[in-house]
């Protein structure tokens, strides 16, 4: 089963500011990941698939980056409804597994 | 709208059964490929089972396998997951989520989630 880490596990930032999350595959997943974010009470919502590719009407102010083993959610500069939990996810090998989350909060 | 209603969760004692289904609507439910997945405080998102869209081929996560059987109806549009020999761990949230063009491995939409709670 591939692993994925995500790091930080809390991130404190201002509105305006750039958000960089990370998430490290235990083994290569080619391009295969997605990133969710997840506010309470709410279920994942798709921001990026395949590494780099936003889902539909998701804000270009998000992109995603990386191949193989790292990869890199950035938000350009966060909006107060950016502050949520994000989740990387691989499709590469079943079974497709979730990073444990990395929580934005405001600073 | 593409619209995932979730139903069926609920209390049920260890060693016992729980059919949960899932009402799609809004997109050709037999053309994509569909999901459960459940979520715990401590354990997070666990991605527990997919099927294609012509519900031909499943696949379960090992924690499942052997107890948990998903299905499909495509002239009612429902997604089911049946849940027997339930356990303690299998407590969370299931959401059922609905596959992206690109293939079972994405989902871009998710119902609101059932909660199943096993305990005696």
């Known amino acids: 089963e591939i692993v994925l880490t995500q790091s930080p596990a809390t991130l404190s930032l201002s509105p305006g500011e750039r958000g960089t999350l990370s998430c490290r595959a235990s083994q290569s997943v080619s391009s295969y990941l997605a990133w969710y974010q997840q506010k309470p009470g709410q279920a994942p919502r798709l921001l990026i698939y395949d590494a780099s590719n936003r889902g539909t009407g998701i804000p270009a102010r998000f992109s995603g980056s990386g191949s193989g083993t790292d990869f890199t959610l950035t938000i350009s500069s966060l909006e107060a409804e950016d502050f949520a939990v994000y989740y990387c996810?691989?499709?590469?090998?079943?079974?497709?597994?979730f990073g444990q989350g990395t929580k934005l909060e405001i600073k | 709208e593409v619209q995932l209603l979730e139903s069926g969760g609920g209390l049920v004692q260890p060693g016992g059964s729980l059919r949960l289904s899932c009402a799609a609507s809004g997109f050709t439910f037999s053309s994509y490929a569909m999901s459960w997945v459940r979520q715990t405080p401590g354990k997070g998102l666990e991605w527990v089972s997919g099927i294609s869209g012509g519900g031909d081929s499943a696949f379960y996560a090992d924690s499942v396998k052997g107890r948990f059987t998903i299905s499909r109806d495509s002239s009612t549009n429902t997604l089911y997951l049946q849940m027997d020999s339930l356990r303690g761990d299998d407590t969370a949230v299931y959401y059922c989520a609905k596959a992206s063009h690109i293939g079972m491995g994405v989902l871009d939409y998710w119902g609101q989630g059932t909660l199943v709670t096993v305990s005696s």
């Open positions: 996810q691989q499709r590469s090998n079943w079974p497709y597994t």
